[in-house]
């Protein structure tokens, strides 16, 4: 089992003030989540920085990704390396995780910039019931969701700072892979979890 943060904004994204190396520093130190996704908006160029950053530490595994601003709401990719093709649109950014194989999540469905009610019909793998930038009510609509759609609940913090990097966590019946972790997401073998009260109620 191992404990992953789905959703980070680096300096790579125009909003954050994590720099590739606090992301590495943090997760290095950290004592149990040691997986983090980079989701940086609309970018997938600051992947590569934080990989080769993670390279000398072994027990850190970076999952390559990005957050689509499709019109109608936010889509995480998790496993990419490479934007989808234009234009973005829901289908075309579910279809392109759906053909290669990489994990498509409706990022905090209930907040702004989130599909709402879209999700129903979007076709995602997974919703983001845990978003450590949402309220709990935001997040509880997501997780009802979920349930309802039956689809596996992720988390993701958010982070757009370093103090709030792995404020939330997933934890995955995987092993330290990017393929395994992406597997077991779309089946389901996930849990999520709050790591510390830094979560506005
Ligand atoms: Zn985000």
């Not at 194989?101 to 709402?116: C, T």
């Amino acid at each position: 089992m191992i404990k992953a943060d789905f959703h980070n904004h680096t300096t790579f994204s125009d909003d954050s003030q994590t720099k590739p190396k606090d992301l590495v520093e943090r997760l290095v130190a950290h004592p149990s989540i040691k997986v983090a996704a980079v989701t940086d908006h609309d970018s997938v160029k600051g992947i590569k920085t934080v990989r080769d950053l993670a390279k000398p530490y072994p027990d850190v595994l970076i999952v390559p990704g990005v957050e689509i601003s499709t019109p109608q709401g936010d889509i995480v990719i998790l496993g990419t390396e490479e934007l989808p093709p234009k234009p973005w649109s829901v289908e075309s950014v579910v279809e392109f995780a759906k053909a290669n194989s990489f994990v498509s999540i409706a990022a905090h469905p209930f907040r702004e910039w989130g599909l709402g009610e879209a999700t129903r019909t979007s076709g995602v793998d997974a919703i983001e019931v845990l978003n450590g930038g949402s309220l709990y009510s935001a997040n509880k609509l997501a997780h009802d969701l979920a349930v309802q759609m039956g689809l596996p609940g992720v988390a993701g913090s958010d982070s757009h700072k370093p103090s709030e990097l792995f404020s939330v966590y997933t934890e995955v019946q995987a092993g330290m892979n990017v393929d395994e972790i992406l597997k077991a997401v779309r089946k389901g073998l996930v849990k999520v979890s709050l790591e510390k009260r830094s979560i506005r109620f």
